[in-house]
């Protein structure tokens, strides 16, 4: 998706579905997608890009991007190349850390973080008002944290029990996979199981079958068990959680935070708020026009 943003809202878009991964094929169509939407638009313009992966930001260079498959792949050149427009790369998640930390649940707030569960976990950490970056810009990669590193699924960066495996979309429906030999008689299971997704695992949690009820349980479990450590690791005044498996709602944060509090330890309970993000999949677009506007990734609201 491209959009154009003024003061934090979307003024117009355009999406373009990406089949072809290679590196000329996405860079072409992220330029063809940024000139549909912004039209005879050219002064005063800059460009924020949120990208999967490890990131340059001095450059705009894709250092690592699992997704994609790119290794050092020049994607700030080569925009500014083809758009003769200032252009600023940096990775996904924190784009939109640096979004919902700017105009949505985290507006106010000194210490915040961002979690995006979806297929995996994303996210980032802002302290004391400033984005974390990291000595080589991978600060923020909350997912890949163990919280069951003895008996916990396989992580795709090869540890056991990451986060990310454990309470993100997919673990969810690991979760409703591994506890299904104990429901033979599911009902989530009756029908094209091959197609079980987070989605109706939750919906059918909500509305008490059995087996949902159990996966349901136990990604809860982790999910408490990742957000008291970063109240250990962090100690910020909200933690949103945005990303598919958050449309839960209420209906998650009732189960999730009295056991975040209960395994709140070496800092006083209480003192964090467990929200739903606000900015839904608007925000990565959002937090990287503030990161244009701002020139830069790294410049804080305070500076």
């Keep these: ?63 690592y991007s699992p997704n994609f498959g790119w290794h050092d792949s020049p994607l700030g050149a080569k925009l500014r190349e ?7 790369v940096a990775n996904d998640a924190r784009c939109a850390t640096l979004g919902e930390h700017t105009y949505g649940s985290g507006r106010g707030t000194a210490n915040f973080v961002l979690l995006t569960l979806g297929t995996g976990i ?8 400033t984005l974390l970056i990291g000595n080589s810009a991978g600060a923020g990669e909350i ?10 699924f ?4 090869g540890k056991v029990g990451c986060f990310e495996a454990q309470a993100s979309g997919t673990g969810l429906l690991r979760h409703a996979l591994a506890v299904a030999p104990s429901f033979p008689r599911s009902e989530l299971l009756a029908e094209k199981p091959q197609k079980l997704g987070s989605k109706a695992i939750r919906r059918a949690a ?16 982790d999910l408490a068990r990742g957000l008291a450590n970063i109240i250990a690791f962090v100690n910020p005044e909200v933690i949103a959680l945005g990303g598919g498996v ?20 070496m800092v006083p309970r209480g003192q964090t708020r467990v929200v739903t993000a606000e900015l839904g999949n ?22």
């Excluded at 994303?122 to 008002?129: F, R, S, W």
């Excluded at 396989?154 to 960066?157: A, H, L, P, T």
Aim: net charge negative.
């Design 1 to 63: 998706m491209a959009a154009v943003v003024e003061d934090g809202v979307i003024k117009s878009r355009a999406e373009t579905d990406i089949v072809d991964r290679t590196f000329e094929v996405v860079a072409k169509t992220v330029v063809a997608t940024i000139r549909e939407v912004l039209g005879s638009k050219k002064d005063g313009i800059s460009i924020g890009i949120g990208a999967p992966g490890n990131v340059d930001l001095a450059n705009g260079t894709i250092r």
């Design 206 to 221: 909500e509305a008490g079958e059995a087996h949902a009820v159990a996966a349901w349980n136990r990604y809860i479990d």
């Design 122 to 129: 994303g996210g980032g950490i802002v302290a004391e008002g």
């Design 282 to 303: 608007d925000a990565g677009a959002i937090g990287a026009a503030v990161m244009a506007h701002r020139g830069g990734l790294t410049v804080s609201e305070r500076s």
């Design 154 to 157: 396989y992580c795709n960066c």
């Design 143 to 152: 997912g890949h944290h163990q919280v069951r590193a003895t008996d916990g």
């Design 246 to 265: 958050s449309s839960a709602g209420d209906f998650m944060l009732r189960a999730v935070r009295p056991k975040v509090e209960e395994l709140t330890t």
């Design 82 to 88: 083809q758009l003769a427009l200032p252009v600023f």
